[in-house]
């Protein structure tokens, strides 16, 4: 009889690849995880996370708003990603998992959105993975949580074109729960180098222009930077 040939996780993390489960989680800050993957993907039609949220939005067909008005369904589209924008904000002050409410008087005040725009745009905050639930407390306020952002992430890929793998791997970190305990997974490059490729075709450039311009991207330093760098280099004090 032949061993058993250890799987890519055992090999890997020396871990039991049936006891062992893969898990994303969101980033603390979805504003500054979205800014830096638009800048990443450089589309011409997509040049700011605002932009972005309301494509994401567009994606969405809710049967009862596709047979009526169609400015009504552009209004809702972008009220809910200008809703969705908001709620980013706040969501990375909070911990994980809890909830952010919002009552109808702060969203006239915020974002000058009235009481019924809202309760038409929450539908939309739901497909994309929002849990929406009205509690007593405060006031019967709406009450928002992002936890089903596979959602909202299988869309942002709907709208580049590209495969989920891409906007998983560079929007959420990965690791692995086992029956010993907790660890931390590196991304899989080769997932996300094939993912690139795909783009760099779209874009008819080559994986290392891209990649290159990826890293020049993420190399560029602010002259205040700069000055401190050379300033180090001199061997003078922080």
Known sequence: MFARKKTFAERRWGLD???????YDAPGDWIGALQAFVKLMDAPTVATVEALLVRVMQCVSIESEAR???????????IAAQMLRRLMLWWKVKSAGEYVWKSAAEWWSELAIKRHEVREAVTYLQYVGVTVCQMDQPNRA?????????RFVALVAEVYGVDVHLVRSKLLSKRVISDNGLSDVAADDAGSNSALSDVAANRGESVQDLAMHNNNTQQEQTPIQQQKQQHAKRGGGS
Do not use: E, K, T, V
């Open 142 to 150: 709406l009450h928002y949580r992002f936890d089903q952002y596979g």
């Open 68 to 78: 009526g008005y169609q400015w009504r369904q552009s209004r809702n589209q972008r």
């Open 17 to 23: 690849a049936p006891s062992a489960q893969i898990i």
